[in-house]
């Protein structure tokens, strides 16, 4: 399992250096100018143009951006015309690396929708009647996928370190900085319609949030983080996603995000939790479980730290005040697996494969 993130101590940072004397810069050479324009050409050459364009999209909508994408954008033009960045895509295909791959998830979602569903006049003999769902043994365990942004890297490590692995089978997929804003830098739905196609889970379990409370653009139009267009519009992702996995007899769990050190980054948090709470009413294949079960304060607020079995204090969050600590996230895990759990009936079948049965 990754190592948790941690900062650097104030202690082991470096010492900011002595103020120098203000000293009036010296404009650019011509031959300055000329050694910075091969410098970026050789950037393009070896790393590709074309990801110089998706860093500048990346970064936050405003005038930087704008200006980011423009240049970066000509110089991918300029460098595809004399093909510069031919050996990058080489590269890519000598290491087998591919392209993300882009689904029409709405048409999806609608395909899914127009198949008539099945119907039984009779539980057939292989359906767990408590569960309604067919039963999980060790010769065929339940199939599971964890996905989601940095807060998911934790929180999956501890989930499968949870889970019976007689019993479960799974799979962990996370991208550090994603979430459902900005499909330009990592496209989760289509991610997941790939995944789903790929790996035919049976449970999954998804956390976003910690990077979505951003502005968004559509159809060239900026939305500003919690207005009520934006939060329409995150509401209509969150559902996208929702009925993408509404496939069959698969599960979804939602982990809702846990209080956040900074009062306003909590506020925030907590009004995309409301929305995954309202997008999951009417789905009922959908449970959205509190990310802060465990690892949150009596009160419900912010908990660095809270007492362990033996009274002493046990760290439940890193050092951003966001992510969880291993022994936090091992809190977390118990309340979103227990809800796998139940819905799946794994208890049941823990304790007939530990009878031998």
Same mark, same amino acid.
């Given at each position: !399992?990754? %190592?948790? $993130?941690?900062?650097?101590?104030?202690?082991?940072?470096?010492?900011?250096?002595? #103020?120098?004397?203000?000293?009036?810069?010296? /404009?650019?050479?011509?031959?300055?100018?000329?050694?910075? !324009?091969?410098?970026? +050409?050789?950037?393009?050459?070896?790393?590709?143009?074309?990801?110089?364009?998706?860093?500048?999209?990346?970064? /936050?909508?405003?005038?930087?951006?704008?200006?980011? @994408?423009?240049?970066?954008?000509? @110089?991918?033009?300029?460098?595809?015309?004399?093909?510069?960045?031919?050996?990058?895509?080489?590269?890519?295909?000598? #290491?087998?690396?591919?392209?993300? &791959?882009?689904?029409?998830?709405?048409?999806?979602?609608?395909?899914?929708?127009?198949?008539?569903? *099945?119907?039984?006049?009779?539980?057939?003999?292989? $359906?767990?009647?408590? *569960?309604?769902?067919?039963?999980?043994?060790?010769?065929?365990?339940?199939?599971?996928?964890?996905?989601?942004?940095?807060?998911?890297?934790?929180?999956?490590?501890?989930?499968?370190?949870?889970?019976?692995?007689? @019993? %479960?089978?799974? *799979?962990?997929?996370?991208?550090?900085?994603?979430?459902?804003?900005?499909?330009?830098? +990592? =496209?989760?739905?289509?991610?997941?319609? *790939?995944?789903?196609?790929?790996?035919?889970?049976?449970?999954?379990?998804? !956390? +976003?949030?910690?990077?979505?409370?951003? =502005?968004?653009? $559509?159809?060239?139009? $900026?939305?500003?983080?919690?207005?009520?267009?934006?939060?329409?519009?995150?509401?209509?992702?969150?559902? @996208?996603?929702?009925?993408?996995?509404?496939?069959?007899?698969?599960?979804?769990?939602?982990?809702?995000? /846990?209080?956040?050190?900074?009062?306003?980054?909590?506020?925030?948090?907590?009004?995309?939790?409301?929305?995954?709470?309202?997008?999951?009413?009417?789905?009922?294949?959908?449970? &959205?479980?509190?990310?802060?079960?465990?690892?949150?304060?009596?009160?419900?607020?912010?908990?660095?730290?809270?007492?362990?079995?033996?009274?002493?204090?046990?760290?439940?969050?890193?050092?951003?005040?966001?992510?969880?600590? #291993?022994?936090?996230?091992?809190?977390?895990?118990?309340? &979103?697996?227990?809800?796998?759990?139940?819905?799946?009936?794994?208890?049941?079948?823990?304790?007939?494969?530990?009878?031998?049965?």
């Amino acid at each position: !399992m990754a %190592a948790p $993130i941690r900062s650097p101590r104030r202690s082991d940072r470096p010492a900011a250096p002595a #103020t120098a004397p203000f000293r009036k810069r010296r /404009p650019y050479r011509s031959d300055q100018t000329v050694g910075a !324009m091969v410098v970026a +050409f050789v950037v393009a050459m070896l790393l590709g143009s074309q990801s110089l364009v998706n860093l500048a999209g990346q970064q /936050p909508y405003g005038a930087r951006r704008t200006v980011l @994408l423009g240049m970066a954008k000509g @110089l991918h033009s300029f460098s595809h015309a004399l093909l510069l960045d031919q050996p990058a895509a080489r590269l890519g295909e000598l #290491t087998g690396k591919e392209p993300p &791959v882009k689904v029409d998830v709405e048409a999806v979602v609608q395909q899914q929708a127009a198949a008539p569903p *099945t119907t039984a006049s009779t539980i057939p003999l292989d $359906i767990n009647p408590a *569960t309604g769902k067919r039963y999980v043994t060790a010769e065929e365990p339940l199939r599971v996928l964890l996905a989601g942004d940095s807060m998911m890297r934790e929180l999956g490590g501890a989930l499968m370190d949870t889970a019976d692995s007689a @019993l %479960a089978q799974v *799979t962990l997929d996370y991208r550090v900085s994603s979430g459902l804003s900005r499909p330009d830098y +990592f =496209d989760w739905p289509s991610r997941l319609a *790939t995944k789903l196609d790929e790996l035919q889970p049976e449970a999954v379990v998804l !956390m +976003f949030g910690a990077n979505d409370h951003q =502005d968004v653009e $559509i159809d060239g139009q $900026i939305l500003r983080a919690d207005s009520p267009e934006w939060l329409a519009e995150y509401g209509r992702r969150v559902g @996208l996603v929702m009925d993408l996995l509404h496939r069959g007899d698969v599960t979804v769990t939602w982990v809702a995000l /846990p209080p956040m050190r900074s009062a306003t980054f909590s506020t925030a948090m907590a009004s995309l939790s409301e929305v995954y709470r309202a997008e999951a009413a009417d789905r009922p294949w959908v449970h &959205v479980v509190d990310g802060g079960a465990g690892v949150s304060a009596p009160d419900g607020s912010f908990a660095a730290y809270l007492p362990g079995s033996d009274g002493a204090p046990v760290v439940l969050r890193q050092e951003d005040g966001i992510h969880y600590s #291993t022994a936090g996230a091992d809190r977390a895990a118990a309340s &979103v697996w227990a809800d796998v759990v139940q819905r799946w009936g794994l208890d049941e079948a823990g304790s007939t494969t530990a009878a031998g049965g």
